[in-house]
């Protein structure tokens, strides 16, 4: 069974500072990875996702994530924060076989410092 | 619709009372899931349809628990004699197809059990 690890629950950045959130992963196969982000109240955001092809992938908002398959790996990154960057952020995995239910990781929490 | 409609946005019922929620997913997604999200437990799966069918109800927590999708479109999702641990927010998504590709979220329905 798929597993998702995002290590850290909650980070702290200042404003224009840049970012990375870790997101580890367990499949069995090539997975399919996405990035949600989640403002209170709200429901989930697509910001990028990597099915194959180019392992450094680029999303909304300024974000990109880099697939690495040694490391089971699938960081998300952004050069500059901004304060309405502050929100939950998900990793996931996506099944291959018997539709596409998705395997959510934990959650990190991002404050941004003005 | 230009995205996924969820209603209510909050339900507040007793315990022992039944709810339905639902979900009316964006038009022409033949892929339609259910997620739980709760303090402690973080995003599960409950169930995925396709079309009317559903091949994968695997995460639905006991047979208080149940879900229909008709016509290919609305779906709901029932809890009978809902208790305290049931609280939490549902949230629904649809894709275009099943297999890898992007899942569209609605803003979710946020139960409460007193």
């Known amino acids: 069974a798929q597993s998702v690890t995002q290590p850290d629950i909650h980070i702290t950045v200042s404003e224009g500072a840049s970012l990375e959130l870790r997101c580890n992963y367990s499949y069995g196969a090539t997975p399919y990875l996405f990035w949600y982000v989640q403002s209170p109240g709200q429901g989930l955001q697509l910001l990028l996702k990597?099915?194959?092809?180019?392992?450094l992938v680029q999303g909304i908002k300024g974000f990109e994530a880099e697939f690495k398959r040694s490391q089971s790996s699938f960081n998300l990154r952004k050069p500059s924060v901004h304060w309405s960057d502050a929100a939950e952020y998900f990793c996931a995995v996506g099944a291959t076989g018997g539709g596409n239910k998705l395997t959510f990781g934990t959650g990190t929490q991002l404050k941004v410092e003005l | 619709g230009a995205g996924v409609s969820q209603s209510p946005s909050n339900k507040v019922t007793e315990k022992g009372k039944d709810v339905e929620l639902r979900c009316d997913p964006i038009s022409g997604h033949t892929a339609l899931y259910w997620y739980r999200q709760s303090l402690g437990q973080g995003l599960e799966f409950l169930i995925y349809f396709q079309g009317n069918s559903a091949p994968d109800k695997s995460g639905l927590p006991s047979d208080r628990f149940s879900a229909e999708r008709t016509g290919g479109s609305v779906s709901t999702l029932t809890i009978q004699r809902t208790q305290q641990e049931d609280s939490a927010v549902y949230l629904c998504a649809s894709s275009l197809r099943q297999g890898p590709t992007e899942a569209f979220f609605g803003q979710g329905t946020r139960l409460t059990v007193v």
């Open positions: 990597y099915f194959s092809g180019d392992t």
